[in-house]
């Protein structure tokens, strides 16, 4: 059952077994706040028992674009539309989020990006990434980083 992500109110709820749980709800937040003020819309997420094929369709670009293969376990995801862009969100317990952007019209428009709570350690399948530093009033410093990629999926 999909549920609303508010920015008001930060809730660990879907996120509890995080170590940095209210970190990873702040980030979860961040990009709640960041869809509502760009585009109006709800960021609502599912948990992951729910949404195994945001989560398969994340995990096969993944591994099929660069051999990853995340070992945490996925809490929750979401798939929004916005104006031709597909954006799949996957929130994993160590605290680590993925987003693929993905476009069917325009190739050069597509990316996987990671964004990790604070508190957590970069994990081993991306201690190849270089990671960007972003505050936020919610989700405190996110580390950033993102791949291009234009394959179809």
């Given at each position: 059952?999909?549920h609303?992500v508010?920015?008001?109110?930060?809730?660990?709820?879907?996120?509890?077994?995080s170590?940095v749980?209210?970190?990873?709800?702040?980030?979860?937040a961040h990009?709640?706040?960041?869809?509502?003020?760009?585009?109006d819309?709800e960021?609502?997420?599912q948990?992951?028992?729910?949404a195994?094929?945001?989560?398969?369709?994340?995990?096969?670009?993944l591994?099929q674009?660069?051999?990853?293969?995340?070992?945490s376990?996925?809490?929750e995801?979401?798939?929004?539309?916005?104006?031709g862009?597909?954006?799949d969100?996957?929130?994993?317990?160590?605290?680590?989020?993925i987003n693929?952007?993905?476009?069917?019209?325009?190739p050069?428009?597509?990316?996987?990006?990671?964004?990790?709570?604070?508190?957590?350690?970069?994990?081993?399948?991306?201690?190849?990434?270089k990671?960007?530093r972003q505050?936020?009033?919610?989700?405190?410093t996110?580390?950033?980083s993102?791949?291009?990629?234009?394959?179809?999926?």
């Amino acid at each position: 059952m999909a549920h609303p992500v508010s920015f008001d109110i930060v809730s660990t709820a879907g996120l509890e077994t995080s170590p940095v749980a209210a970190a990873l709800a702040g980030l979860r937040a961040h990009e709640a706040r960041y869809f509502k003020n760009k585009y109006d819309i709800e960021f609502t997420v599912q948990p992951a028992k729910t949404a195994r094929a945001i989560i398969d369709r994340v995990h096969e670009i993944l591994e099929q674009e660069r051999h990853i293969v995340i070992s945490s376990t996925p809490l929750e995801a979401t798939t929004l539309n916005v104006g031709g862009v597909r954006w799949d969100y996957v929130f994993y317990e160590s605290g680590l989020s993925i987003n693929v952007l993905y476009t069917n019209d325009d190739p050069a428009k597509r990316a996987v990006g990671f964004k990790l709570s604070e508190g957590m350690d970069v994990p081993a399948e991306l201690s190849s990434f270089k990671f960007a530093r972003q505050k936020s009033k919610l989700a405190g410093t996110i580390r950033g980083s993102y791949f291009a990629f234009k394959n179809n999926y």
